[in-house]
């Protein structure tokens, strides 16, 4: 910065407190003033001046705060104990108490006391884990006497099947088995066929008798066709006869017709029963006192019952007849 010759020797003295804004200024009257002249160009820097010597110690700062207080040092040792004063005199009161003497040495072992009672089982620990196996101990001597057997190993894998064989020889046929059970009569074949293994006369009256061998056993809710054939011989010429059934349950319907030859001209005479162990009519004679062939049809419709169906044979009147040896029943399930 540049400076007007008008500048004192104190004002270049201090120089240095001038303003330095890039303006020229002048000093008059101990203040600096804006120069009303032309700015000129900056000279360059002059030398540092000497250091200054110290100025004098100012006073004193006022007391800082006080700091952390720092770590407790380690405790000393423990001094040596001094030794024992002389006694003192007797005295009503007692002195005090001497610090502790050193802990004498340990007495002898008294006997040992009673066992104390058990105390209670303390809980089971969890079992541990099964440890490794161990490894296979070295082989022992062979013995007479074997050892147990050891476990089943697991079951091995199915091998592949092998090629069927030859067929062998037929063997021997086995023996014959026991029959079986008689199955139900089906439908449409012969159930029965009885014939009378001897004579059988009536009464001299009208009462039904038996024909013996000549019935047959009915199932529930069957049909069943019935057929007879056979001889008979009169005491009297006017003598006829009747035939029916004794049913031994209740039945849905029974129907049977007879007949056989009235005269030698070829006149026929018969009857028929539609119930229970009753003829509705009867037939009114034969030719002669000989032996006359008699046939006769009928059919038996049953319920949910099951029984016994036998045929019976009566006189038309006060006069003995009889049926003859080898009389026949045959019965046809037909439903």
């Known amino acids: 910065m540049g400076y007007r010759s008008d500048i004192d020797a104190v004002a270049a ?13 002048t000093r008059k009257n101990h203040s600096w003033t804006v120069a009303t002249g032309s700015v000129g ?19 004193q700062g006022p007391q800082g705060i006080q700091g952390v207080q720092g770590l407790t040092g380690d405790t000393g040792p423990t001094g040596a104990t001094g030794p024992q004063g002389p006694p003192g005199a007797d005295s009503t009161v007692a002195g005090p108490t001497g610090p502790q003497g050193p802990t004498g040495a340990d007495g002898a072992v008294g006997p040992q006391g009673p066992t104390g009672a058990n105390g209670t089982n303390g809980l089971d620990g969890a079992t541990g884990p099964t440890g490794p196996q161990g490894p296979t101990g070295p082989a ?33 046929a086995g023996p014959t088995g026991p029959t079986g059970p008689t199955g139900p009569t089906g439908p449409g074949f012969i159930s029965t066929v009885a014939t009378l293994a001897s004579d059988q006369a009536t009464g001299a009256n009208t009462t039904p008798v038996t024909l013996t061998g000549l019935s047959f056993s009915y199932e529930a809710d069957s049909t069943y066709r019935i057929w007879f054939m056979g001889r008979v011989s009169p005491a009297a010429a006017t003598t006829g006869c009747g035939f029916q059934f004794d049913l031994s349950s209740a039945v849905t319907s029974i ?4 007949y056989h030859q009235l005269a030698n001209t070829g006149t026929l005479s018969g009857g028929h029963s539609i119930a229970d162990d009753a003829s509705v009519g009867v037939s009114s004679g034969l030719p002669g006192t000989s032996t006359y062939p008699v046939t006769g049809n009928g059919l038996l419709r049953t319920t949910a019952n099951t029984g016994t169906a036998q045929l019976r044979f009566k006189s038309e009147t006060t ?10 029943l045959v019965v046809e399930k037909i439903a």
């Open 13 to 25: 003295n201090a120089i240095a407190d001038a303003p330095n804004d890039g303006q020229e200024y």
């Open 41 to 59: 160009s900056i000279g360059p820097t002059g030398p540092a001046g000497p250091t200054g010597p110290t100025g004098p110690e100012g006073p």
């Open 140 to 172: 022992g001597a062979d013995s007479v006497v074997p050892g147990p057997t050891g476990p089943t190993g697991p079951a091995g894998t199915n091998g592949t099947n092998g090629a069927d064989g030859a067929v062998g020889p037929t063997g021997p």
């Open 255 to 258: 129907d049977v017709l007879f």
């Open 319 to 328: 006069a003995v007849i009889t049926a003859k040896a080898g009389m026949t």
